[in-house]
């Protein structure tokens, strides 16, 4: 069965970008088949703007330059648990792609270890999965309007239940939310005839609402089951 839920994307730093051009060739013998959607990742720079390169250092070759902290070389000699280290990148990527411009650049070791350190922490202990919201649902959900978030049902959201915590992001604001109840539906006018139009958007009609999520999800993404996600506010709300 096609697979219609998983996009394949190619990853890789920076200095990786003029490489592509092999893979593109090799992509142009294989008819009907196109090259995957790339990424290229902000490479880890020394304090001279050389990258840092892991095996030389590994291998003895050359010195640890300033700034550089044994977890960006090990990542299991991270001073904390292996959540405290998974919530910590996770903020990182999102502070990043917050402002491309953030993101298509270099950092030294230097910086890094300064970004990282710098990472608040949460004012209520909990890990919470993030989800991004345009502007004006991101609105209904700070001030408390919105109480239902609408899903297509991805692998990822399969183990979503009561008592979860959601950070919902636009931009640099976010709202952390409980999740009160995780209701399964067959199809978008299910969910609405269940969950009520005014509790997922409570400034728009029914109909509108339909065909806004159906813009957003095509008819094989509604395929896959259809969430209906009560959250509550904690506040305050963070910005």
Excluded at 77 to 98: E, H, I
Excluded at 129 to 135: G, S, V
């Amino acid at each position: 069965m096609r697979d219609v839920v998983t996009l394949s994307v190619m990853v890789k730093g920076g200095d990786w970008a003029y490489g592509c051009q092999l893979v593109d060739e090799a992509f142009a013998l294989l008819p009907g088949l196109a090259p995957p959607p790339r990424l290229f990742t902000p490479m880890a720079l020394t304090d001279t703007g050389a990258k840092l390169s892991k095996s030389l250092i590994r291998d003895g070759k050359v010195p640890p330059p300033p700034g550089t902290r044994d977890w960006m070389l090990d990542i299991t000699a991270w001073p904390g648990d292996t959540d405290s280290f998974v919530d910590a990148m996770v903020w990182l990527v999102g502070r990043m792609l917050a402002d491309p411009k953030h993101f298509y650049r270099s950092y030294t070791t230097a910086e890094l270890d300064r970004i990282m350190t710098a990472r608040p922490q949460s004012s209520t202990g909990v890990r919470a999965r993030e989800m991004n919201l345009y502007r004006r649902c991101f609105d209904l959900v700070a001030a408390g309007r919105k109480t239902i978030e609408v899903r297509v049902q991805y692998p990822n959201l399969r183990n979503l239940k009561a008592g979860d915590h959601i950070r919902f992001i636009c931009g640099r604001d976010d709202a952390l939310t409980r999740v009160k109840r995780v209701s399964r539906y067959t199809s978008f006018e299910e969910m609405l005839d269940a969950a009520g139009p005014a509790n997922v958007n409570p400034d728009s009609p029914r109909e509108q609402q339909l065909a806004n999520i159906r813009r957003i999800y095509g008819p094989e993404k509604e395929g896959l089951g259809v969430l209906a996600i009560e959250i509550e506010l904690l506040q305050p709300a963070t910005a």
